[in-house]
């Protein structure tokens, strides 16, 4: 079940190997609102996986990804968070991805995040490692593993590799249990330590989104240039609500390229 699980972390990395344009054009600020253990975030992440895959829509929007809590100094993380504290760290571990690596793999991890027995191990260090690894991702020189394990770990983490080369070994991945054990392995796990720069991004995230009055996940927004105000859709209960443009991989497409085309007149 494992090697089920990697063979489409690799499919869902596919969007790695798209050539986006490469260029200084306006783009069109897309934001979504989520939770990372939410089912219905993994509802509107699921259709935007494939309309980052659609032709060139890749180079036309700016992502950005922010997280739905509530702040509280006594809570491990700083933030209280709906589905428990592993969440809170599934929430900081794909904000340090999003800070650390280019929109095409942070996506691809998060696809692998969110495949097999929702919500699994979102939240362990264990899988972040492997989806970003897989995803293309170096886990050291990226800075996505500093911002999540620390500078200590980074430490004794780059002293490994170094160790493995000069000895021609591999090193392994952290191991995960069987898809089927997933939840209760997860719900039993310790919380792994989140350095402060990945608590940082997870308390900015949250007021963030308190600010923008921001209540549901999952909750997407387009800025608009051809309407007064954004245009937003929102999954709630699974359940697609206000999405005026249409809620498929195609609608969001043709809004972006429509709010693209506006941009560069």
Known sequence: MLAAFLLL??????????????????????????????????????????????????????????????????????????????????????????????????????????????????????????????????????????????????????????????TGTEIELPSLPDLDELDEWAEAADLDHLDEEGQKRLRDSVKHTIKEGVTKSCTIRIASTLKHAPRECVVDGGVWKGCDDGHAASDFARVIRQEWDNLQK
């Open 9 to 166: 972390a690799a499919g869902a990395s596919a969007l790695v190997h798209q050539s986006p344009l490469i260029d200084d054009a306006p783009r069109v600020n897309v934001s979504l609102f989520v939770m990372s253990r939410c089912p219905d975030a993994r509802v509107c992440e699921n259709v935007f996986e494939e309309v980052l895959k659609l032709d060139h829509i890749l180079s036309k929007v700016h992502l950005e990804v922010d997280y739905l809590g509530h702040i509280d100094k006594n809570a491990p993380y700083g933030v209280e968070c709906m589905h428990g504290d592993l969440e809170c760290a599934g929430n900081a571990h794909q904000l340090c991805v999003r800070a650390h690596a280019p929109l095409d793999k942070f996506y691809a991890t998060l696809s692998c995040m969110n495949y097999g027995n929702f919500p699994g191990s979102i939240g362990t260090v264990a899988l972040t490692k492997r989806c970003a690894t897989t995803a293309g991702i170096d886990w050291w020189r990226s800075g996505v593993g500093s911002c999540i394990e620390g500078k200590d770990a980074e430490k004794a983490g780059r002293l490994a590799e170094r160790e493995a080369w000069l």
